[in-house]
């Protein structure tokens, strides 16, 4: 049984303003080998409805698979509501839709990998990020994969609840349960970690 440690980075948001707005949002990547050194990915995206049309929305992510190499990932779920040519993700429920962005990519070797992406759109007024610059400060989402040479079945734990609409306060103890599964039964564990700004491509083989 292999051994999977979720590293939450937490960025607690002390801001009034966006608790009433809902401006909420939340980003998970999800790894699956689908072949010998083939690995496919989806970037989940949990976005207020309303936001899907402010300045900063992204048709596409720039993903980087860990191995000095990035992809472009596009919007695959949803049907094309507004006929602008791009799909407009699912709403999950009132005011919140997924997105889901996917790509595929092949490594040259075995091993692992820090697989990431980061999106510049962020909220301003955060107080405890740049203050008052917060909305100029991206946001960074990791994951760590192995990648075998041969079918091995391998998958990222999944988040049976991811934290999209989740609402913080001030003074206020914010708890989530994020309840991870993985499909290959491997034990699922949790650590704080501080959080990053930017990929650190790792480039690790076997």
Not at 147 to 152: E, I, L
Request: aromatic share 10%; net charge negative; glycine share 6%.
């Amino acid at each position: 049984m292999k051994h999977t440690t979720f590293s939450l980075l937490l960025s607690f948001v002390f801001c009034p303003l966006l608790l009433f707005s809902a401006r909420f949002r939340s980003v998970e990547i999800q790894m699956e080998q689908t072949g010998p050194l083939t690995m496919s990915a989806q970037v989940i995206v949990y976005i207020a409805a309303s936001e899907s049309m402010i300045d900063g929305f992204r048709e596409t992510l720039l993903l980087s698979w860990g191995d000095d190499s990035t992809s472009e990932v596009s919007i695959v779920n949803g049907t094309d509501e507004d006929g602008d040519g791009i799909l407009d993700g699912e709403l999950i429920e009132p005011g919140f839709r997924k997105f889901v962005y996917a790509g595929e990519h092949v490594y040259p070797v075995a091993g692992r990998f820090v697989v990431s992406v980061t999106n510049p759109s962020r909220h301003a007024g955060i107080l405890n990020i740049n203050f008052p610059n917060s909305i100029s400060t991206q946001m960074y989402t990791e994951t760590e994969i192995e990648v075998f040479a041969d079918n091995t079945s391998n998958h990222t734990p999944v988040l049976l609840e991811p934290g999209r609409v989740d609402l913080a306060a001030t003074d206020e103890v914010f708890l989530h349960l994020p309840n991870g599964y993985d499909q290959d039964d491997d034990e699922v564990t949790y650590k704080l970690e501080t959080a990053e700004r930017q990929w650190t491509q790792q480039f690790s083989k076997q």
